[in-house]
């Protein structure tokens, strides 16, 4: 396992495409059926790509991945389930919307490695720019999406009980 700068960043955003690549397919799982569910079907598959593309981006490098920051990815997303469930908050919909925020999140975090490798792609052939400016405008329009449902399942979850005032 190289300890180089770029395999050190790689590997922390492989162990967060795959924490994201999970959200978003819990995501779609608990809303299935829902037109949330049906967007959040075609974009848990974006994210899946998106992840494939890094693992393939990481092999032109030669980056090897790191076992230790998959397997502590693993238990964070099992362990999240509880939270982004619901279970936690006096409703469902608390969670959705959590689940939301933290995905979305994490595709402004994607969008961040994307242009960041932008900025050494001359620096390492493997890189290829057009490829790059691509992959920062799909993680735009991830993020887009993902504001617009986050913002309306947060209007939902958040909104005063009538009742309790």
Known sequence: ??????????NDHLAGATFGRD???????????????????????????DRATLIELMERLGTSRNPVKQATTWIAEKASRLKLSGLT????????????????????????????????????PALEHSE?????????????????ERIAAGREALRADDASR
């Not at 396992?1 to 790689?10: A, H, K, N, Q, R």
């Not at 975090?109 to 390492?124: E, F, M, P, Q």
């Open 1 to 10: 396992m190289s300890d180089d700068g770029i395999d050190v960043y790689l």
């Open 23 to 49: 959200l978003a397919r819990q995501i779609h799982e608990h809303t299935e059926g829902t037109p949330l569910g049906r967007l959040m079907g075609s974009l848990a598959t974006e994210i899946d790509e």
């Open 89 to 124: 908050a006096a409703e469902a919909g608390h969670g959705t919307f959590l689940a939301l925020e933290t995905l979305s999140l994490g595709v402004e975090g994607k969008t961040s490695l994307w242009n960041a490798l932008k900025t050494v792609a001359d620096d390492y």
């Open 132 to 148: 790059l400016d691509r992959l920062i405008e799909r993680a735009s329009a991830q993020r887009g999406i993902l504001e617009r």
